[in-house]
């Protein structure tokens, strides 16, 4: 979930990519919303790369998390200090290979990232939407990305490809659009959150609510709920990194001191960490954003919204092939929860594989370097894309 | 590819759907995709394996085998196959009847404990038998179950299942090249290839 880290600079970037926008839903055809409210227009930000095939069958939709964008890969220019969130595992020769694939991304709705969102300017108003935003769901975010899909005339998505909140994605792809997803490749995702998961995403939400300059979200035009933000996004940090990863980080090292300061400065390595994602954060981070994807992640059922309460009455829908990945020391969605998919999918004879990888980096490892990921879905993509063509 | 793989290769019908548990590197599941069209999943609980198995384009579930069957419908694969791994299985008839469930038909191969190099060992030396097919001391071993062709024959009578084909064989140093032996296999062969049915 936390999209910017910092990584290899070596491998072969997609080079200079741009920004691209498509609105639709203008009223009166606003999109109606799964809450029963109508939105509209919805403006989404997205950027492609590679080249579409004339039969149009390398398409490899990536869906992003919860504070990711739609800039995968590449710089936007020459200067830029950072590629884009996952440029280790999208580029020329990576798991991804834009060589052979048209690679689409689009920031997801609700989001601040250029498509429409609560900070987002309201027609009817004037005015940023703040709480006036309707709650969108993650099938909500995948209709939008359905209707993107439509103005770039893509009618099958040779592979949709996304980790935790943007795993949640994909499975709504293949169940609400299952003869559009001829494979897909949830990575450190979940069906439905725990109660564990929903129970940092309410605390990160209450550290916002209680920031006096959160203001019922009305505060575009005032100072910013950023000591809320901050906290919440030092929540997240925890439940991505691992009991061990921290150990081996931090241990109980202090930050740039030989003794305890005897007040409440950040003395412990981990506490300055925190503090540092916190910060960093605001700066790209819109607080009402952060309230409505989280809520639609806590909502998410893939039992219940289609398949009456059965994990594998929802995924008879599905006609795709999976790769489903998890890793050891994620414990914001633990093995058990891709296991349990897993164990659906097979009920209902779906082509699956599933590989649990070893990996002390806790939730984000699918956001780390990792060469035995990078392989699994290179061969996977490399699989389903000679099937289609036989 | 092994010579017990490449019999149990040959008995497999074009275009049909396998299942192979503890498939390792993917040797055989590899082989049946490029030559018979088939179909193919793997089950191995070892993630390098499995990786390696995604990697070169196989259909893989890392997990335990015995638990990973539970959670198929009946009759999905036209075979499931359990290659050189029933010496290492806590509840044999358990997982069989599970194959057969899942699958038409099963094929089981198994080291041939009563080969004679086996039983020389043990009658002259006075320990326990380390053979190329079974390398292992009785502290280190993962092979937990001694299982001899005869023996096996009286295991599908007692659990129930049928015995459709079997062929004994020997395997060369490296197990690519052998042969089949058809006089006095129980003594003789250093492993026993059964195709099993309900």
């Known amino acids: 979930m936390s999209e910017y880290i910092e990584h290899d600079k070596n491998g072969v970037s997609v080079g200079l990519v741009e920004k691209k926008f498509f609105t639709f839903a203008e009223p009166p055809d606003e999109l109606v919303l799964e809450s029963g409210s109508k939105l509209g227009p919805i403006t989404i930000a997205y950027e492609t790369y590679g080249t579409l095939d004339a039969d149009k069958s390398n398409v490899v939709l990536i869906l992003h998390a919860l504070s990711g964008d739609s800039h995968v890969a590449g710089y936007y220019s020459v200067d830029d200090p950072k590629p884009g969130w996952w440029d280790i595992m999208v580029g020329p020769g990576k798991g991804i290979d834009t060589n052979k694939y048209f690679v689409v991304c689009s920031n997801i709705l609700g989001s601040c990232m250029g498509s429409t969102g609560p900070s987002s300017i309201n027609p009817k108003t004037n005015k940023q939407y703040g709480l006036d935003f309707p709650v969108v769901t993650i099938g909500d975010m995948v209709v939008a990305q359905k209707a993107l899909m439509d103005h770039l005339g893509i009618k099958k998505i040779l592979s949709v490809v996304g980790g935790s909140i943007g795993g949640m994605q994909v499975l709504e792809w293949c169940v609400r659009y299952p003869e559009m997803v001829v494979s897909a490749i949830p990575l450190a995702t979940t069906t439905r959150h725990s109660a564990l998961a929903i129970a940092f995403n309410e605390v990160a939400r209450q550290a916002i609510i209680a920031d006096p300059n959160w203001n019922n979200g009305d505060y575009y035009s005032g100072p910013k709920p950023n000591l809320g933000l901050a906290v919440a996004r030092m929540i997240g940090h925890i439940t991505y990194l691992s009991d061990e990863s921290m150990r081996l980080k931090f241990g109980r090292r202090l930050q740039d001191k030989s003794d305890f300061s005897f007040n409440f400065d950040a003395d412990f390595q981990v506490e300055s960490y925190l503090r540092y994602q916190g910060t960093k954060f605001v700066e790209r981070f819109d607080a009402n954003s952060f309230l409505y994807i989280t809520k639609a992640a806590d909502y998410f059922d893939l039992e219940n919204q289609h398949g009456s309460g059965s994990t594998a009455k929802a995924f008879s829908k599905a006609r795709a092939k999976f790769l489903v990945v998890s890793f050891t020391s994620d414990w914001l969605y633990p093995t058990y929860q891709s296991k349990a998919m897993v164990q659906a999918m097979k009920k209902v004879g779906l082509d699956v594989s599933f590989c649990e990888i070893e990996a002390e980096w806790g939730h984000d490892a699918f956001l780390l370097p990792n060469e035995r990921l990078s392989a699994l879905v290179k061969g996977f993509l490399e699989r389903v894309h000679s099937e289609i063509r036989e | ?198």
């Open chain 2, 1 to 198: 590819m092994r010579f017990d793989l490449q019999i149990i290769a040959s008995w497999i019908e074009p275009g049909s759907k396998v299942l192979d548990l503890g498939c390792g590197e993917g040797d055989l599941l590899h082989f049946l995709k490029k030559n018979k069209q088939v179909v193919g999943a793997g089950i191995e609980c070892v993630e390098a394996k499995v990786a390696h198995c995604i990697a070169r384009g196989l259909s893989v579930l890392q997990g335990d085998m015995n638990e990973e069957v539970l959670a198929y419908d009946d009759d999905v694969f036209d075979y499931v196959i359990l290659s050189q791994t029933l010496q290492q299985v806590y509840e044999p008839a358990k997982l069989i009847q599970s194959m057969l469930r899942i699958g038409k038909k099963g094929i089981v191969s198994f080291p041939n404990f009563s080969h004679w190099g086996i039983r020389l060992q043990l009658l002259i030396k006075g320990h326990a038998p380390i053979t190329k097919e079974l390398p292992y001391e009785w502290y280190n071993t993962p092979n937990i179950r001694v299982i001899t062709i005869k023996d096996f024959r009286r295991f599908s009578r007692k659990v129930g299942f049928s015995i459709l084909k079997e062929v004994a064989i020997n395997s060369d140093h490296h197990d690519r090249q052998g042969h089949i032996v058809r006089f006095l296999p129980n003594l003789r062969a250093t492993y026993g290839i059964f195709l099993i049915g309900k």
